[in-house]
């Protein structure tokens, strides 16, 4: 049997981490056949500068927003980057499967390997049956008024059918809410109900805009919804962070919080307490907080409290690329002294399980293949090697 092996300066398998002393071994299709000592005889094997790692897992992107690529201003806020998406992702399937295909170019290229994609509707599915990543789809809800619950609920519902029709599992398929700011008590409660969500997200704490309205029922979103001419006079504020407010709508399925840039300290202690009902991740996409104006939250608040992060690109309508190691040198350079390991994890096993793709990727076990990276430790290179 062909093979081939691999020593770094540091080898990350998915569970611990290693100097050159270990050995990769891989066969000529990449499979993993194992990680083993460094015998006598394989000390010419070349140490690569950098570290050993499985491929990355991106735990949020919009392929659908492709075609916006360059399209929109940056740093206009949450409220103005909602309206430049809504009033201007209009566009053909062609244009839209065209743009979706050459990302999904970029992602492979940028080393990943699998994908929690958010999809309005189902014009995705049919770039993923053949893409080489595997994509866990989830089918985003949005609806404020309580009136209209039953009706969104139910286009989610077609829309998550239409994803299964395609050919694609159902078990990479869940049905999932937008935001506090956009997704009403009732229609959480639905999106809870049905049994078709084997793993939950949402974006969550994005702005401070975002805080005043579900605290205090004012601000920025008032007005966005007064531009949609959605009458929400009926929303007073929950006195309650957004956290605080949307968590316990979740129940027993992990939970992967989305750019989290306004997190404090209780709204962490309450996001502990709610481990019980399943795991719960904590999402950062920092190069599109930034392109949007948003806040990027205090990762050593969540760091310090043993919250398990992910990493993620958002769309190219609010990122400049689709690249996990770009965001790995964002976090790095604003903490510079945030250990690379942390980040590697976050960007690899902690996604893997995230997403329950744990037994096929972010680990290097015997007969997998989880994709092999080699990254420099300020992660300022990446080379795909498998």
């Not at 998550?160 to 078990?171: D, H, K, P, V």
């Not at 398929?173 to 969500?197: D, G, R, W």
């Not at 350079?333 to 793709?357: F, H």
């Amino acid at each position: 049997m062909e093979y081939r092996k691999y020593r770094a300066q540091k080898l990350f398998d998915g569970l611990n981490w290693y100097g050159s002393e270990k050995v990769l071994i891989l066969n000529s299709e990449g499979v993993v056949l194992g990680v083993e000592d460094l015998q006598p005889e394989e000390t010419v094997i070349p140490v690569l500068e950098g570290i050993l790692c499985p491929g990355f897992i991106n735990t949020h992107c919009h392929l659908e927003l492709s075609h916006l690529k360059g399209k929109l201003p940056q740093k206009t806020g949450m409220v103005g980057f909602i309206k430049d998406v809504m009033t201007k992702r209009a566009a053909s399937v062609d244009e839209q499967i065209n743009a979706m295909n050459a990302a999904i170019v970029e992602l492979k290229a940028e080393g990943i390997v699998a994908v929690g994609d958010i999809c309005n509707t189902s014009v995705s599915a049919s770039v993923k049956s053949n893409a080489g990543i595997v994509f866990h789809n989830f089918i985003e809800i949005s609806g404020f008024v309580p009136a209209g619950a039953k009706s969104r609920y139910e286009a989610g519902l077609e829309v998550l059918q239409q994803f299964i029709a395609a050919g694609l599992s159902e078990e990479r398929v869940s049905l999932v809410p937008h935001a506090p700011y956009s997704v009403s008590a009732e229609l959480f409660k639905m999106i809870q109900q049905t049994n078709a969500h084997p793993i939950q997200t949402m974006h969550s704490q994005e702005s401070s805009a975002e805080e005043e309205w579900i605290k205090n029922g004012v601000g920025d979103f008032k007005g966005l919804f007064e531009f949609l001419k959605v009458d929400v006079d009926f929303f007073k504020g929950t006195g309650r962070s957004s956290l605080q407010y949307s968590l316990p709508f979740f129940t027993n399925e992990p939970l992967i919080l989305v750019h989290n840039g306004t997190i404090t300290k209780e709204d962490i202690d309450e996001l502990k307490s709610h481990h019980s009902q399943g795991p719960r991740y904590c999402c950062l996409c920092p190069n599109a907080n930034e392109f949007i104006g948003n806040q990027v939250p205090d990762i050593n608040l969540l760091r310090n409290a043993a919250i398990p992060i992910t990493i993620g690109t958002d769309s190219l309508a609010s990122n400049h690329h689709l690249s996990i190691r770009k965001e790995l040198q964002k976090l790095k350079e604003m903490y510079p002294n945030l250990p690379s390991e942390y980040l590697v994890e976050a960007a690899t096993s902690n996604g893997a399980q995230a997403l329950k793709l744990d037994e096929q990727f972010g680990a290097f076990k015997k007969n997998r293949k989880p994709g092999v990276n080699l990254i420099a430790e300020d992660f300022s290179l990446l080379r795909v090697i498998a």
